[in-house]
């Protein structure tokens, strides 16, 4: 059984810069890969980035290329979302996820989720 725990959500201005953390346990965290997602109020949970857990493979859903950047630190259990030039629309609870297969985008793949922090842009 694996537990996470996202941490560095607050409010910020457009175009501001924010870097999401995940601190996993009580599994062997260089064996999942990672993920992160972010549900909005009113809409579904969508994919934003992934971090594969053989390699150093990662994916981004269109919207943040070039501007989000994940990482992980296996050897601290840490997965990490820098995320710059933040956009109002971006305003969402993320999520932290951990999956058995390799580099997952979709939400059913992932078997453990943290409890979400809350990113808010204002305009």
């Known amino acids: 059984q694996v537990q996470l725990v996202e941490s560095g959500g607050g409010l910020v201005q457009a175009g501001a810069s924010l870097r999401l953390s995940c601190t996993a346990s009580g599994g062997t965290f260089s064996t999942y890969a990672m993920g992160w997602f972010r549900q909005a109020p009113g809409k579904e949970r969508e994919f934003v980035a992934a971090f594969s857990r053989v390699g150093n493979n990662t994916y981004y859903t269109d919207s943040v290329k070039g501007r989000f950047t994940i990482s992980r630190d296996n050897a601290k259990n840490m997965v990490y979302l820098q995320m710059n030039n933040l956009k109002p629309e971006e305003t969402a609870v993320y999520y932290c996820?951990?999956?058995?297969?390799?580099?997952?985008?979709?939400?059913?793949?992932?078997?453990?989720w943290g409890p979400g922090t809350q990113v808010t842009v204002s305009s």
């Open positions: 996820a951990a999956s058995r297969l390799v580099l997952p985008i979709m939400a059913y793949s992932y078997d453990y």
